[in-house]
C-alpha cells in the first residue's frame, strides 16, 4: 500500500526526465549529497545538441544576474508544507468555489502545481515595484542573514521573508529579480493554453521584467505592454509629472488565437440614451439629430459615432465603407444596379472590397425600404437616393459593441478612494488598484467563464472585479488569492481599526464588496420586474423590505461572494527523522502516531488534496459509518477516514461505493496484516480505486 509523501514534486527532476525523453545521449550520472547515484545533463553536450555550427567558448546573448541560478533552484525545490482550511474565517465554506489563501505565494504556488496545473485562465499581479520602500518576499538569494541584515526591514516567523530593498543595497535590482524569476516560473505552469497573465509595473523594473518574461514565458509569447493613462500627475521631483504605469501582457502559447475585447467606452451610455428616445417616441428624422448632439456632447470615438442612423425600432446603425481597402491592389470590378432608377451605382476607384457572390448574398431587391431622406435599405446595403453615390454596407452598433483591447488605457487610478468607500470612508490600504482597471482586463477575456488568479492580492481588487463582473454578465469566474500575511503598521488607520495584517483587510473587503454587489443586483432585478428601472434610483429603501430579501435570495443561488480560507503552514506530518543518539523514551512515545497533534481531519483532507492534485474548491461530505467518520469529496473523487483502528466491516462499505481514491491512517489498522486485508478488500470491490495511507 502505497504512502502519503506531502512533499511538492521535484521540479528539476521532472525536467530532467522531459529532457531525456528528447536528448537521451544528453543524460548521465553524477552522486548526490548522500552518496547516492542520479540523473544529471551534461550541458556542453545539450548545449551542442542545440546547435547547427559547433559550439566554442562561454558567449551567448543572455540576460542575467547575482542570484539567477539560485532563483532557478528555488523555484524547483520541493517544499514540505501544506493548506490548513479555515471554515471560521471563510463566507460560504460549504458552497464557493473561491479561494483565498494566505502564506508567501512562492510556497503557495509550489503547493498548488498539482491541483492546477494548466487550470488557469488568468493570472494578474501587481507585485511590489521596487521603489526602494516597498516590501520584497526574499527567498534564498545566496546571501547569509549577515550579509543583508542592514537591508532588513521585517522579519516574519520564517527566517526573514520581507525586507527592504532600498537602493542602497547593491543588489537593489538583482533581488528583484531573484524574487520574480521563481514565482513566474510557477505562475507559468498553472496557467491553461490559451492562458494569459497581466503584470502591472512601473519605470523602475519594466526593462527587466520584460526580459524575465520573455525567458520565462518564451519572446514569441509577448502580446503587448499596455500603458496605463491614471491621468492623476505623480510628483517624482523630476521635472515631469508622471500619470503612467504598465501592463505586461503575456499568452502562455503563441501557437493559440488569442483576442482581447472590451466593451467601447460609453456604449451602455449610448443604449441607455436611445432608449429613452423610444420610450418618448421620437420621430426617427428627429431622434438621429438628437442621437448626434449626444454624441457631439460626449466626445466619442469613430468606433462609436459611426453609428449614427437608426432603424424603425431605434436600433443604431452605420454604413462601412464597401472600397478595396489597400491602396497597393485592387479589388472586383462589377455592376451594382440601384434599387430605384435600375441604373449601375459608381464604383469605387480601386474596386469592391466584396467578390460579386457575397455581395449578391447581401442585398435583397425583393424587400427594399426606402427611409425619410430618400435613400433605400436593401438587405444589409445602404443605396442613396440616386445611383451617382457609392452604396455602403450596414452594421449594427450591436454587433460591434466590442473592441481590441487598447494598448494605451485611461483609467483613474482611484482605487485608495474605493477601499474607502467600502470601509466607511477610512484609508487602510496605500494605493490598491480600482476595479475598473481589474474590470477591463478580466473582461478582455473572450471565455468568461475559467479560474483567476492573483498571487500578489494585497487590497483583493482582483478578486471584487471578479464578483462584478459575474453579477454583470451571469458568468461563473472563480478567483484564487494569494497574500502574504504582511502585518500592519502599529501606527496606521487599519491596525487601529483592528486589522492585524494585509490578508484581513483583503477578506473583509471581498466580504463587504460581495454584499454591496447583492444588494445592488437584487434593486435591479426588483426594479426590472416592476418595469421602472432609472439610472440613480435610490436603492437603499429596498435593502430591508421583503421585496428586497426576496431578490437579494435569487441573487445569491447564482451568484458566489464567498471564499474557503487556507493558511500555508508547516506539514501535517512530524519530523520522524532523528540521530539515535536523539532518541529518547519520551521521543520514542511521540512516535506513536506520525501526525501533530494539533491537526484536524479537515487538516488531513485537504493535506491529501494537495496531494493527490485535486482542486480544494469542491464539496465534500462527513458521515458516521459504525463510530467512524467517513470524507467524501466531490462525490467520490476521494474517501478518506482517519480514525484509529477501522473496522473491516466500514473499509468494505468505502470500497463498495468506488472512490477513484481512498486514503487512511497508518494507525486506522491493528497490524501489518490488517493493511494488507485491507488492500484485497479493495482489489476485491474496487480494483480501480487508489489506495493510500498517512
Known amino acids: 500500500m502505497d504512502k502519503m509523501k506531502f512533499e511538492t514534486p521535484n521540479l528539476t527532476q521532472s525536467n530532467i526526465d522531459k529532457i531525456a525523453a528528447l536528448f537521451p545521449a544528453c543524460i548521465t550520472e553524477t552522486r548526490g549529497e548522500d552518496g547516492k547515484l542520479k540523473k544529471a545533463i551534461n550541458f556542453d553536450l545539450l548545449r551542442q545538441m542545440l546547435s547547427d555550427e559547433v559550439v566554442d567558448g562561454d558567449e551567448a546573448y543572455e540576460f542575467t544576474w547575482v542570484g539567477k541560478k539560485a532563483a532557478i533552484v528555488e523555484a524547483n525545490r520541493p517544499i514540505r508544507k501544506t493548506l490548513r482550511p479555515c471554515p471560521e474565517e471563510s463566507k460560504d465554506w460549504d458552497t464557493t468555489e473561491n479561494l483565498y489563501i494566505e502564506g508567501d505565494n512562492l510556497e503557495v504556488l509550489k503547493l498548488l502545481q498539482e491541483s492546477y496545473l494548466g487550470q488557469v485562465k488568468m493570472i494578474y499581479i501587481d507585485p511590489p515595484y521596487n521603489t526602494g520602500s516597498d516590501f520584497i518576499y526574499r527567498d534564498d538569494f545566496g546571501e547569509s542573514v549577515e ?340 502585518p500592519c503598521e502599529e501606527k496606521s488607520e487599519a491596525y487601529k481599526a483592528g486589522y492585524k495584517n494585509i490578508c484581513e483587510i483583503g477578506k473583509e473587503r471581498i466580504r463587504r464588496a460581495g454584499e454591496k454587489i447583492v444588494e445592488e443586483r437584487a434593486h435591479l432585478l426588483n426594479t426590472a420586474k416592476a418595469g421602472a428601472l432609472q439610472r440613480g434610483e435610490v436603492y437603499a429603501e429596498f435593502t430591508t423590505s421583503s421585496k428586497a430579501l426576496e431578490a437579494q435570495a435569487e441573487i445569491r443561488k447564482k451568484l458566489d461572494i464567498g471564499f474557503r480560507v487556507f493558511k500555508l503552514a508547516d506539514s501535517n506530518m512530524k519530523d520522524v527523522y532523528y540521530t539515535p543518539g536523539e532518541i529518547t523514551q519520551q521521543s520514542l512515545s511521540g512516535m506513536v502516531s506520525n501526525i501533530k497533534e494539533d491537526r484536524t481531519d479537515l487538516d488531513l483532507l485537504f493535506g491529501c488534496l494537495l496531494e493527490w492534485g485535486l482542486p480544494l474548491s469542491m464539496p465534500y461530505s462527513a458521515e458516521q459509518l459504525e463510530d467512524c467518520t467517513v470524507h467524501t469529496y466531490n462525490d467520490g473523487d476521494l474517501i478518506a477516514c482517519f480514525d484509529q483502528n477501522v473496522p473491516e466491516s466500514v473499509v468494505k462499505e468505502i470500497a463498495k461505493r468506488k472512490p477513484l481514491r481512498a486514503v487512511f491512517r497508518d494507525c486506522s489498522f491493528a497490524d501489518s496484516p490488517a493493511k494488507i486485508n485491507v488492500f484485497e478488500i479493495f482489489k476485491l470491490y474496487a480494483p480501480d480505486t487508489r489506495v493510500k495511507v498517512i
Open 147 to 486: 550579509e543583508y541584515s542592514e537591508d532588513i526591514g521585517q522579519f516574519d516567523e520564517e527566517d526573514n521573508r520581507l525586507f527592504r530593498n532600498t537602493d542602497r543595497n547593491g543588489r537593489f535590482h538583482s533581488d528583484w529579480c531573484s524574487m520574480m524569476y521563481s514565482r513566474l516560473v510557477l505562475a507559468r505552469n498553472m496557467l491553461t493554453d490559451d492562458g494569459v497573465i497581466f503584470i502591472s509595473v512601473d519605470d523602475n523594473e519594466v526593462d527587466n521584467l520584460r526580459k524575465i518574461c520573455d525567458e520565462v514565458m518564451g519572446e514569441s509569447c509577448f502580446v503587448d505592454c499596455i500603458t496605463w493613462n491614471k491621468r492623476v500627475p505623480k510628483n517624482d521631483n523630476k521635472g515631469i509629472g508622471n500619470i503612467h504605469e504598465y501592463i505586461l501582457v503575456y499568452v502562455k502559447s503563441s501557437q493559440s488565437a488569442h483576442q482581447f475585447l472590451v466593451v467601447k467606452d460609453g456604449i451602455n451610455d449610448v443604449f441607455e440614451f436611445i432608449s429613452t428616445l423610444k420610450k418618448r417616441r421620437v420621430p426617427i428624422p428627429e431622434a438621429e439629430k438628437e442621437l448626434k448632439q449626444f454624441y457631439a456632447k460626449r466626445g466619442y470615438d469613430r468606433g462609436i459615432t459611426l453609428y449614427c442612423n437608426l432603424d424603425n425600432n431605434y436600433e443604431p446603425w452605420g454604413k462601412i465603407n464597401m472600397s478595396w481597402p489597400n491602396a497597393d491592389t485592387f479589388g472586383s470590378r462589377y455592376d451594382v444596379l440601384h434599387p430605384k432608377t435600375g441604373l449601375p451605382a459608381k464604383v469605387p476607384d480601386r474596386g469592391w472590397r466584396w467578390n460579386k457572390a457575397t455581395f449578391s448574398s447581401q442585398v435583397d431587391y425583393e424587400h427594399v425600404v426606402e427611409r425619410y431622406d430618400g435613400s433605400f435599405i436593401c438587405g444589409n446595403l445602404w443605396f442613396a437616393k440616386d445611383e451617382n453615390t457609392q452604396p455602403s454596407s450596414i452594421r449594427y452598433l450591436r454587433d460591434v459593441s466590442r473592441m481590441l483591447l487598447r494598448s494605451i488605457v485611461s483609467l483613474k487610478s482611484d482605487g485608495g478612494i474605493e477601499v474607502e468607500k467600502i470601509f466607511d470612508g477610512k484609508s487602510f490600504f496605500p494605493y490598491p488598484k480600482p476595479t475598473s482597471l481589474l474590470h477591463l482586463l478580466i473582461d478582455s477575456i473572450i471565455e468568461k467563464d475559467g479560474i483567476y488568479m492573483d498571487f500578489f492580492s494585497g487590497s483583493a481588487t482582483t478578486a471584487h472585479a471578479v464578483m462584478q463582473l459575474n453579477a454583470e454578465d451571469g458568468s461563473h469566474r472563480k478567483f484564487i488569492m494569494v497574500q502574504l500575511d504582511e
